[in-house]
Every structure is written in structure tokens, then in C-alpha cells.
């Protein structure tokens, strides 16, 4: 069974940093792409970025190009999401997900993915 959990959220003031841990068990990480998407009050969920074992593969919204970074560590079957410059408008829950193979261009909608861990707050403040 895919377990995935997502941890690192908190308050930030605008301009700081964060990084959002996914901890993920019960996947073989080669075959998978881990994904990080985020859901503010009121909005639907949106793809933040994405990174996929062969080639080190990755895809980012524009909103967050330039500012976030995914990174993955194997020996931990772990996804990280280096968060920099925040803005008020990162604020909401971001959640980690996972789906078998890549796509062109990137897996970026919520329905492509299948298995999802529960979210982190980030709170930015002006």
C-alpha cells in the first residue's frame, strides 16, 4: 500500500523560506512521480511541481518557477519542496501525491495522480 505524508508546513513571514518534506512508503520511487499540489480556502487544488526518479525529471507552475525547487533524496524515499521569496498568495495546504510514469511536459492535474498523503498548512504573512 502507497502511503505518502507530507510535513514541514507552517507559518512564514513574505520573502521566507520553507521546505515541505513527502515521505513516502510502499512505492518502488524509479516507477513513480511525486507530486506536490496546493489547495488555498475557497480554490480548487493546483499543481505546484513535480519530479520523476528517471533523469531526475521535474515540472513547475509557473506561479512557483524560479522560486521552488523539488528535490528527492533516495535513501530516504523522500521528496522535498524548497520553498524561497514566499508570497501571501502561497498560502494553503500543500499536498504530496503519487502516480505511476510521466507524461510530456508533466503530470499536472489532480486527477492524473493517485495516491495522496494528508496536507500541510503554509501560512505567509504580510
Known amino acids: 500500500e502507497v502511503q505518502l505524508q507530507a510535513s514541514g508546513g507552517g507559518p512564514v513571514q513574505t520573502g521566507g523560506s520553507l521546505r515541505l518534506s513527502c515521505a513516502a512508503s510502499?512505492?518502488?520511487?524509479?516507477?513513480?512521480?511525486i507530486g506536490w499540489f496546493r489547495q488555498a480556502p475557497g480554490k480548487e487544488r493546483e499543481f505546484v511541481a513535480a519530479t520523476w526518479w528517471y533523469g531526475g525529471t521535474t515540472a513547475y507552475a509557473d506561479s512557483v518557477k524560479g522560486r521552488f525547487t523539488i528535490s528527492r533524496e533516495d535513501a530516504k524515499n523522500s521528496v522535498y519542496l524548497q520553498m524561497n521569496s514566499l508570497r501571501p498568495e502561497d498560502t494553503a495546504a500543500y499536498y504530496c501525491?503519487?502516480?505511476?510514469?510521466?507524461?510530456?511536459?508533466?503530470?499536472?492535474?489532480?486527477?492524473?495522480?493517485?495516491?495522496w498523503g494528508q496536507g500541510t498548512l503554509v501560512t505567509v504573512s504580510s
Open positions: 501525491s503519487s502516480r505511476e510514469g510521466w507524461v510530456a511536459g508533466g503530470p499536472r492535474r489532480a486527477s492524473e495522480y493517485r495516491y
Open positions: 510502499g512505492v518502488t520511487f524509479g516507477d513513480y512521480v
